[in-house]
């Protein structure tokens, strides 16, 4: 049997269905486009075990991919400082334990590894044997960040109740 390559299209909205499905298809919760920690992530995910956040950004352009160091939630700001100092980097964004870049492998080339912080880890997705089983590759596990607290319960049930109003706004939308 000849094997067709299919033509690969990757968006958001299918990367974090993908990912919802496979990796993340044990977690207690994941919320797209939530900024619950303060900073915005493109899946925000309560893992199962531990309670723990696992901020995921999901990326389909070299470009948006280069562009994310410069958001806030990668620095440290100060505040309480008087004089004008230079922001410190931050390693993970508040409230993370674990943090992953996800895109496409067909835009993936090791000079992009440069961009993107020492403690991320980077997904690569492909099309599988068919468009429903995608193919996910690990390049580097992202490390934990051993300050990050689980949430509380009462943490996750706020993060569900957000997850369940974006539900029914959904549903809402799809209905005439």
């Known amino acids: 049997m000849k094997r067709v390559k299919l033509k690969e299209h990757w968006t958001e909205a299918a990367i974090a269905q993908a990912l919802v499905r496979s990796v993340f298809n044990q977690a207690v919760l994941a919320v797209p486009c939530c900024s619950w920690t303060g900073s915005e992530c493109d899946l925000l995910v309560v893992e199962k ?12 352009s070299r470009a948006d991919l280069r562009q994310d160091a ?77 300050d990050a607290k689980p949430i509380s319960a009462a943490d996750a049930i706020d993060i569900a109740r957000l997850a369940s109003l974006r539900m029914w706004a959904a549903l809402a939308k799809e209905r005439p």
Do not use: M, N
């Open 49 to 60: 075990k531990g309670l723990r956040i696992v901020d995921v950004e999901i990326k389909i």
């Open 70 to 146: 410069a958001k806030l939630k990668w620095w440290h700001t100060r505040p309480w400082s008087r004089r004008r100092q230079s922001p410190l980097p931050r390693l993970w964004p508040d409230k993370v334990w674990k943090h992953y870049y996800v895109l496409p492998a067909s835009i993936w080339d090791d000079s992009l590894y440069a961009s993107i912080g020492p403690a991320s880890g980077v997904v690569v997705i492909s099309q599988g044997v068919s468009p429903s089983k995608p193919y996910l590759s690990v390049l580097r596990p992202a490390k934990p960040c051993r």
